[in-house]
């Protein structure tokens, strides 16, 4: 079993539908959870970074952490044809996080 | 540039050769990381620079594979004896000290392709 899992989809929703991203993870030692956003070719850029189990809006992105649960989400409201994109979600257990532990990525689809 | 860049992008190359792959990070950042994308699975940790030194190179998955940041600026990630599985997307970051945590600045990434 990995660390982390993650459906890697393909998921797709039409403009404006509300997006739900999921990641489970099994190394209770992870305390800090980023979401990463990478477009076709190009590296992969921080959307939101939480260290404490509940909710983090942003925008039209909301993260979700579940320590207990092990267990994190990533919502997106009104969904645009620019949120086209693989969502990575991303995993450390230490303050300053450079060794990130990644899941596969979903790879969204948002039809206008 | 403002960002982190990468070159070659795209490299193509035989079995059993060597590459080099170059990372020039934002300035100013002072730790430099490579990771290694697999098609169609997340980014996979190499190393990590502070300055010249490798802070931590538990990732590199043989002695093939070695990095060094000379100048504590431009890093160049060194690959002999090429293997097919070495083909991946590998993608340099870079961080500044005092940055959001967890936040790092990927470059676009050099495509390596092993025939």
């Known amino acids: 079993q990995k660390e982390v899992e993650q459906d890697p989809g393909p998921l797709s929703v039409p403009e404006g539908a509300i997006v739900s991203l999921n990641c489970t993870y099994s190394?209770?030692?992870?305390?800090?959870f980023m979401w990463y956003r990478q477009y076709s070719r190009k590296g992969p850029e921080l959307l939101m970074y939480?260290?404490?189990?509940g909710n983090k809006e942003d925008g039209r992105f909301t993260a979700q952490v579940d320590k207990s649960s092990k267990y994190i989400s990533l919502f997106i409201r009104d969904s645009q044809p620019s949120d086209s994109a693989t969502y990575l979600c991303?995993?450390?257990?230490?303050?300053?996080?450079?060794?990130?532990?990644f899941g596969k990525g979903t790879k969204l689809s948002v039809i206008p | 540039g403002a960002g982190v860049s990468q070159t070659p992008s795209n490299k193509v190359t035989e079995k059993g050769k060597y590459v080099e792959l170059r990372c020039d990070p934002i300035s100013g950042h002072t730790a430099l990381y490579w990771y290694r994308q697999s098609l169609g699975q997340g980014p996979e940790f190499l190393i990590y620079f502070q300055g010249t030194g490798a802070a931590d190179d538990s990732g590199l998955p043989n002695d093939r594979f070695f990095a060094v940041r000379p100048e504590g600026s431009v890093s160049t990630l060194k690959i002999q004896r090429t293997e097919r599985g070495d083909s991946a997307v590998y993608l340099c970051a870079s961080s500044f000290q005092g940055g959001v945590p967890g936040e790092l600045f990927f470059g676009e990434g050099s495509r390596l392709t092993v025939l």
């Open positions: 991303a995993m450390d257990s230490r303050a300053g996080s450079y060794q990130l532990t």
């Open positions: 939480t260290y404490s189990s």
């Open positions: 190394n209770s030692a992870f305390q800090y």
